[in-house]
């Protein structure tokens, strides 16, 4: 393991333009489960009844009964040590941008500001019909939360049935034909479009890092350096040893 972080943090040290990629793994342990995982969301609610843009707009109130639970989730978890150690990772000049399918918005929370959403982002609600905007915190109280319109609020996450926000596949696609390292962390990327983007990096000559629990499609095919473990303790392990090299070059 240890031999592992080194040769990680050597590629990213080299590296003029290192991106992760992210899912829902990296927050398990921030306590929000996998939604496809045995106990998580998909486990309770068919996302083909309750997660469609086409049954929002049907039956919105039915659609909340799923969203407040999965508001139950997230809105108590706080980033764990993996996602403060990108923070730090971007603060100290070792991380250019986190393209994440999660909503949970725990990046952010952990001091990450370059962050590349797939799936949007759960701390805002929008009106499909007026297009006014609110703060889900602002809306908490509310079972059903109403914009003033009258008309029931979406959380700005993507549901099925409605297209990744154009600029940030745009922008992820330009930053992995040109990133020199790429950390996958807590995802297989095994969906579509965030499973192209190893490959186009990888296609660039990138390098890349995996971190996750088990094996996955990537690690005998496109993965450079494999290091299975907890993100939370392999990330503030990677960062230790990027700002230990950082000290030994400055002096």
Request: with cysteine.
């Amino acid at each position: 393991m240890n031999h592992l972080i080194t040769i990680a943090a050597e590629a990213i040290y080299r590296s003029q333009l290192t991106l992760a990629l992210t899912g829902a793994g990296i927050s398990v342990e921030s306590g929000i489960p996998d939604f496809r995982s045995a106990g998580g969301l998909w486990a309770k609610y068919d996302p083909s009844e309750y997660a469609t843009i086409q049954a929002f707009r049907q039956n919105p109130e039915k659609i909340w009964d799923m969203l407040r639970d999965m508001d139950r989730l997230i809105v108590d978890a706080r980033p764990n040590p993996a996602h403060l150690g990108m923070g730090e990772m971007e603060k100290i000049g070792f991380l250019h941008y986190i393209i994440t399918q999660n909503v949970d918005n725990l990046h952010q929370a952990g001091g990450a500001g370059k962050v590349i959403e797939y799936h949007g982002n759960s701390s805002t609600l929008s009106c499909l019909w007026c297009g006014k905007r609110y703060g889900a915190e602002e809306k908490r109280s509310e079972h059903i939360p109403r914009c003033a319109c009258g008309k029931v609020l979406k959380p700005d996450v993507v549901f099925f049935g409605e297209a990744i926000p154009s600029g940030a596949l745009d922008h992820s696609f330009q930053l992995a034909s040109s990133a020199e390292a790429l950390l996958i962390v807590g995802t297989s990327a095994a969906v579509s479009p965030a499973n192209t983007i190893p490959s186009i990096a990888k296609s660039r000559g990138a390098i890349l890092i995996e971190i996750n629990m088990e094996r996955t499609h990537l690690t005998s095919s496109v993965t450079d350096i494999f290091i299975e473990g907890k993100a939370g303790e392999t990330i503030p392990a990677l960062v230790g040893e990027l700002k230990r090299m950082k000290g030994i070059i400055s002096a």
